[in-house]
């Protein structure tokens, strides 16, 4: 079989309360992206704004905007002047009192190739999610562009090998995390190390068990707990690229903003398929019990 | 919350086609185990015998045996008369004709705790497993034994996130996989390196997606290919146990046998699920399709 490479991007930065600057710097990562030849880019995890989920205010869902709405416009006009596929990712207003955690895919010729709602919400303290987002409705279902089937999850999505199962099965070429995921400043240096690697074996692990590749970004930098109940949040960056068997291909920095280009073999997930098919052995004859809360 | 430690084992060594020496090697871990205050120790997958399954010869069935046998009553009387809880490996003869890879918990009063039939068959060159074993027909039960209750799964089955995910929502302790893996040796390193990572990186995963602690135990060694169509495989040990949050507690050699003795904090998993409650956020209302083989 004969390389088929993908060049992909991942813009990694800091966020500020400008929501101009935020986008400014997401868009400068994008045409950076597409100048050293990218074809795909990611962006972070509500990249328009600070991680607001810090706490529970009713002023902060002004933050939310419509799909289509002014962010895929913008987005998809880079993504045609650019030629190049966008993954984005919004807090979108549904309705009035209904919002989402939602990920956009902007096709090359700057229309809307679907989007996700993230389907997993977290709460705990500093991650207030379940205030602001409904969980999805959409389901695991991955996005046809011209780059491939993209099967875009959502930070807490990441923990739950279901999601990546479900994408993976319904024919995903690649795993896309846009997250926004840090540590809290009081926990000493052996949590904060458990919890980042943690989290990179978890989605490491999604392209072993699927033979796929996965593709997460994270954002840099601290964020303050606007209610000073907290240290607030110090974000971890280490996005990075796994290949189909979890190896890393391309592993970002854990302070500075980055724009992380790096070639996916796209015909490589056929051989690790064919040594490793896993596929082919699950017994799903036995399963039944996984739609359960528990098994009790 | 107070530390409940569990003192555990893994015996990883290498094998020979003399059946008596193997078993006093597994036997000789095991005492000098609970020497050392182990409670609990797992043996390698089918620790009795070489790996036979580089090749499909139906004399090899002569290896088999029945559950209770041999085996579990010598198991037994050890266990007992070292008060030590045991899992082990067998190659099971259930019937003429009918056979599985089959791990066996012994509980410290020498009986027989429980046994599970390994559930997902792998069948690759120099692994032809699908000849000698039948999956699995007891499911993914956990064993009540009086050092927690295990999830005892057998080598294919830890690259699949389900049975992980099915044995922690029953109630699993701990998930234990006993395991022969190893490398090709006609493969360049690249790819050796890459195999064993991915091989920890599921298995940690299974611990940090369910919090609870993994033991996983192989065997170390070359074991030539009676056939000489290949070069045989080079099992690559690296038996370890990993924490709640995937952390690696205890990690044994690549090429020397081994027994490794390690403390696991029983409380630490109600902490980490405290913090990361993923079984509080499951989907299991799009969950369904984990059930079919493929959704197309």
Redesign the interface.
Known sequence: MSNNNLKVALIQHSNSGNLEENFEKSIAGIKEAAQQGAKLVVLQELHRSLYFCQTEETDLFDLAETIPGPSTTALGELAKQLNIVIVASLFEKRATGLYHNTAVVIESNGTLAGKYRK????D?PGFYEKFYFT?GDL??EPIQTSVGKLGVLVC?DQ?????A??MA???AELLIYPTAIGWDPRDDKEEQV??R??WM??Q???A??NGVPVISVNRVGHESDPSNQSDGILFWGNSFVA?P???LLAHGSEENEQVLVVDIDQNRSESVRR?????R????D???????????
């Open positions: 389907m997993h919400i977290p705990d969980p389901g695991f807490w923990w739950f090998p279901e999601g199962r479900l099965m319904a024919g458990r919890q690697d943690a074996i978890a490491r692990a999604h072993v068990s290949g068997q979890g190896e040594i490793w098919p896993y596929f052995d699950r017994r799903i036995h399963y039944q019990d996984l739609c359960k809360i528990y098994r009790d």
